[in-house]
């Protein structure tokens, strides 16, 4: 099964990396470029690092986004 995001930006198929979210046409997991971001590399050492787009990363910033929007989150209590 494959499902295409974000105007066919980024693909889940479960053949490719696991199912896990991938930039179209590459085997670039999102995971990869969100985490290189998080880990202070600027948009342009991403680009060089992985042969990607400044779209493809704007893409992968806006599923991140969506992924976090629609998070549910539950508090936990303290413990007594």
Do not use: C, W
Not at 7 to 29: S, V, Y
């Amino acid at each position: 099964m494959t499902t295409n995001l974000l105007n066919n930006a980024i693909t889940i198929d479960n053949k490719i990396q696991h199912g896990k979210p991938i930039l179209t046409g590459t085997r670039i997991p999102i995971a990869i470029v969100i985490g290189s971001l998080a880990g202070g590399m600027s948009y342009e050492e991403v680009m060089e690092e992985y042969g990607v787009t400044q779209e493809q990363i704007l893409a992968s910033l806006a599923y991140f986004s969506e992924l976090l929007n629609n998070e549910i989150i539950y508090p936990m209590e303290k413990p007594s």
